[in-house]
């Protein structure tokens, strides 16, 4: 690993300033469990001159409850939201997709913030510098995306545009089944971003200094069934091939309120708004389930040799609604 400075920021305002001093040439560090390993490979488009460290800023580590919300501080970490019965009682789809991230000792580290700004994992864009010299692509800034002619199979089946990288975050997932909004600190103010409006194909939503500093979850009816199921190659420690998160609502056996988020399939979770329709005032059968996953995957668009990911998804997809 190359040198850097290294900066523990005492707040929020001096993160962003910080940022805004390096122009670029700094990066924020929470738990490191990403960052650091892409430090390594030296397979970021640019080295950072600065890592400032998030950690030292108190008071961002917290999960509580507020007038129909959950909300979550930036640097809470991936196991406390796991086992928090805030999250458990309210939102259970989004302790079960932090537990369902890597092993223990990672999402003791990995805070929810860096599993939203976790970087992608394709393996082009990853490619270490000591074996050969990293590999430039379109979101490195130049030249075509290689997976588009190249080995695509765990990339975007869905809304890839110049980069086909998949958003790895489980957390993500869940947090748009959940209608969840992510707030954000930045020069030029506050302002809050939809989950779903988080991501797209060549980066996310965070503009030059910008900092995600909270998540704020809707409570779900108590009466919803909320499922994360995830399709992965090595059990236990994977990244999703396929995830859902689905939250669904029965009244005297009617469906009265469905939302279902795929992930692993494009850029960032996608809402199943058509599937979602197809159940709402429908009794919940394996017939409609059936109907609302090949709803969900009718937009689906697969790479050369990832088709496979669209019947794993309806697959799910359709589990999750009869759970
Ligand atoms: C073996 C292994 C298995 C894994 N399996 C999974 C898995 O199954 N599912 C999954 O979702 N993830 C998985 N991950 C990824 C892991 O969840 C992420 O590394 C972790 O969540 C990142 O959190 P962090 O706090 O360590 O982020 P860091 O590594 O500190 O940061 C990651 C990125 O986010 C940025 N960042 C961090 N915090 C903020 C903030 N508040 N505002 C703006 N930017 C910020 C950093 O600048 C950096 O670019 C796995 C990782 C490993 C190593
Ligand atoms: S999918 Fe994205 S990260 Fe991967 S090679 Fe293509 S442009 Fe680069």
Not at 182 to 188: R, T
Request: proline letters at 5%; hydrophobic letters at 40%.
């Amino acid at each position: 690993m190359r040198s850097f400075a290294h900066i523990n920021a005492r707040t929020i305002d001096e993160a962003i300033a910080l940022l805004r001093r390096y122009r670029g040439r700094a990066v924020l560090n929470a738990g490191g469990t990403d960052l650091l390993s892409a430090l390594k490979a030296e397979c970021l488009p640019r080295y950072p001159e600065a890592v400032i460290n998030l950690k030292t800023i108190p008071d961002l580590d917290y999960i509580r409850e507020d007038d129909g919300s959950l909300r979550i501080g930036a640097l809470a970490r991936l196991s406390g939201i796991a086992s928090s019965p805030l999250v458990g009682s309210n939102c259970r789809v989004l302790a079960d997709a932090a537990r369902s991230v890597a092993g223990p000792q990672i999402r003791n580290a990995a805070t929810i913030g860096g599993n939203l700004c976790q970087d992608v994992r394709c393996w082009y864009y990853r490619y270490p510098h000591h074996i050969g010299g990293a590999i430039q692509c379109a979101r490195k800034g130049s030249g075509p995306c290689l997976a588009v002619k190249g080995d695509n199979r765990y990339h975007a089946i869905m809304n890839g545009k110049r980069c086909f990288a998949v958003c790895p975050s489980d957390t993500a997932v869940a947090l748009a089944a959940l209608d969840a909004r992510i707030h954000v600190a930045g020069p030029e103010g506050d302002r809050t971003i939809a989950t779903i409006d988080f991501f797209s194909p060549l980066a996310n939503a965070l503009r030059p200094g910008e900092i995600v500093r909270e998540i704020e979850v809707p409570k779900v009816r108590t009466s919803a069934v909320q499922t994360f199921l995830k399709f992965t190659v090595r059990e236990p420690i994977d990244f999703a091939i396929v995830s859902v998160a689905s939250v669904v609502t029965r009244e005297e056996g009617v469906c009265t309120d469905a939302r279902i988020a795929l992930g692993a399939v494009a850029p960032g979770p996608v809402r199943a708004g058509k599937a979602e329709e197809v159940l709402k005032g429908e009794r919940i059968d394996g017939e409609i389930a059936a109907r609302a996953a090949e709803q969900a995957l009718a937009g689906a668009r697969p790479l050369s040799r990832n088709a496979y990911k669209i019947e794993i998804a309806k697959t799910l997809v359709k589990r999750g609604i009869l759970q």
